[in-house]
């Protein structure tokens, strides 16, 4: 693929860039996606919308658990694509810059990713329900039976369907996206909001969008300039 030289010249001239990726650029490291491609995502039979939901949390919480022990076992063994490494080289390359995931399994900063905008947390912590005390679990950690602080349940450190995303993270987000000159939409179906918000602040606020995905999205019309592909293998185009 050529990357077309208006898309090559903002992104040699960009001084201010904003990075949103989604669960497409983990694709390429075994994450499975949760929509498109003709898989959705299930659990038991559960639809990930449904064991993912702020309701199966009221209803059964330790079912969640189940859920994300699984995913977490998943992951651990999995390690950074192309894709995660080129955008962690953007971070020296662009006087500011801003990534902010959708992800939560922490391939970003596997990579070398700083600073990171999580928007719907990180599968490696827990907190408690009660003191939003919270609990590492990256590297094998073993998470306590309750929090140590309050005796309380914990749960997985992440945004589920009908929950609120983590205190300012969105705000943060948002205010990079208002002042970026170029936005790179990457791995996203765009359907979850308010995170799908982001690409539409930063095009109204004059940024030049991109969009990388193999499939058009309900974004790809609101784009400047969309590169159907991989991520894995259009963005390291973007430096030649
Ligand atoms: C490749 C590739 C390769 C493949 N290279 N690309 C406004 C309108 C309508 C609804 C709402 C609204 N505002 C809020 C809502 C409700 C809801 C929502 O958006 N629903 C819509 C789905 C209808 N939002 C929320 O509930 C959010 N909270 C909220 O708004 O709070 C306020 C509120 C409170 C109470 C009531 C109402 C409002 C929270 C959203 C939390 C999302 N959580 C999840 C699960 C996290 C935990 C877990 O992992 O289980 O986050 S859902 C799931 O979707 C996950 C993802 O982060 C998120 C986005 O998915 P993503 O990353 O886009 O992945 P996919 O699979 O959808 O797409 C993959 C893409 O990659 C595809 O396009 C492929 O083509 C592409 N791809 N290979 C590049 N190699
Ligand atoms: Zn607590």
Partial sequence: MQIPSELRRRFAEARRVLVLTGAGVSAE??????????????WKGLPFDVISSAEMLERNLPAVWEWFDYRRDFIESLT????????????ERFPEFTLVTQNIDGLHQKAGSRDVIELHGNIWRARCIACRSFYDMASGKKRPEACLECGDPLRPDVVLFGELLPPGAFE????????CELCIVIGTSGLVYPAAGLPEIAKSAGAFLCEVNPEPTPLSRLCDEVLMGK??????LLRS
């Avoid at 490291?29 to 299930?42: L, Q």
């Avoid at 943060?172 to 002042?179: D, G, H, L, N, T």
């Fill in 172 to 179: 943060r987000a948002a205010e990079r996206a208002a002042s």
């Fill in 231 to 236: 991520a894995g293998e259009i963005l390291q």
């Fill in 80 to 91: 950074p694509n192309a894709a995660h490494h080129e955008i962690a080289l953007w971070q």
């Fill in 29 to 42: 490291s075994g994450v499975p996606t949760f929509r498109g491609g003709g898989n959705t995502a299930v």
